[in-house]
Nanobody
Framework: QVQLVESGGGLVRPGGSLRLSCTAS????????MGWFRQAPGKERELVAS????????FYAYSMKGRFTISRDNAKNMADLQMNSLKPEDTAVYYC?????????????????????WGQGTQVTVSS
């Protein structure tokens, strides 16, 4: 059973930065596509960014592109999300998710249903 634990959330002023980390255990991390999602009150869960097993391919939601950077360290079983130029509308619970894939798949996934494992979430609040 894969377990994912997020950390790094908190309160930040508009224009500030936060770095979220996701630590995985219980599986072969390098075989998992990793993703970060977020969910604001009253809204559906949406993709923030995803990264391929090797880390050579990434995908960002349009509104996050250029501000957020997803990365992974397969040796440490970690996937990070660097968030810069934060806006109040970035306020949400951020979730780490993983999806085990076969060795022949080198892409990413964009939809929540494509992910099998989820962390408990970490709150990010952007407010002055």
């Amino acid at each position: 059973q894969v377990q994912l634990v997020e950390s790094g959330g908190g309160l930040v002023r508009p224009g500030g930065s936060l770095r979220l980390s996701c630590t995985a255990s219980g599986g072969t991390f390098s075989m998992h596509v990793m993703g970060w999602f977020r969910q604001a009150p009253g809204k559906e869960r949406e993709l923030v960014a995803s990264i391929s097993r090797s880390g050579d391919r990434t995908f960002y939601a349009y509104s996050m592109k250029g501000r957020f950077t997803i990365s992974r360290d397969n040796a440490k079983n970690m996937a990070d999300l660097q968030m810069n130029s934060l806006k109040p509308e970035d306020t949400a619970v951020y979730y780490c998710a993983s999806s085990p894939t076969n060795p022949f798949y080198s892409g990413t996934y964009s939809e929540p249903y494509e992910y099998d494992y989820w962390g408990q979430g970490t709150q990010v609040t952007v407010s002055s």
